[in-house]
């Protein structure tokens, strides 16, 4: 299989970029980070993604005049890369059509439950106060219902008494790190037989 383009959308912490970049680099996945971009300026991302080679860019939508804009703004710069799969990472506004359509079947999420439980904001939250007994993460290409894409890969966390929104939060995103790029190989796989 050849070697494919990534382009990563954070937000924030970027832990997850971080894993799928140095995946890519150990040559465990068949893929280059080509891009990483962000829509905040002060995301830690940023800065672990330069410290690492990676080509960034940070987009605020605030300089746009509309979301569309934004979107062919970076449509314009993932093409120019030649990125082949798009993943979000903590990426924390809603993917639009724009986006959606030029690359079809090519984006991809991330989410700290396992779906379709506990869709949105504070999965972790919403498991413990549920009070479930496995907790865990999925990997879902993104289409236009929020975290309601088909899933393409999970893991599980046992979530014991004395968890925190912290404490489980951290077991779920050990795991996200190791899926993450597992699950990027599995659709890379899956778009080179097409
Ligand atoms: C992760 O928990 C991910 O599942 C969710 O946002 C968080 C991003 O964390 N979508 P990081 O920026 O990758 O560290």
Known sequence: MSNKALGILISGRGSNMEAIIKASQANQINATVAVVISDKRDAKGIKIAKELGITTFVL?????STKQ??????????KGCSVDLVCLAGYMKIVGQTILESFKNRVINIHPSLLPA???LNAQKQALDYGVKFAGCSVHYVNDVLDGGPLILQDIVEVSGDDTEE???????????????QAIQIVLESLSVK
């Open 60 to 64: 605020d939508i605030k300089d746009f």
């Open 69 to 78: 804009e934004y979107e062919d703004d970076i449509c314009r710069i993932l």
């Open 118 to 120: 506990f869709r949105g």
């Open 167 to 181: 404490t489980l939060s951290q077991k779920i995103l050990a795991k996200e790190h190791l899926i993450y790029p």
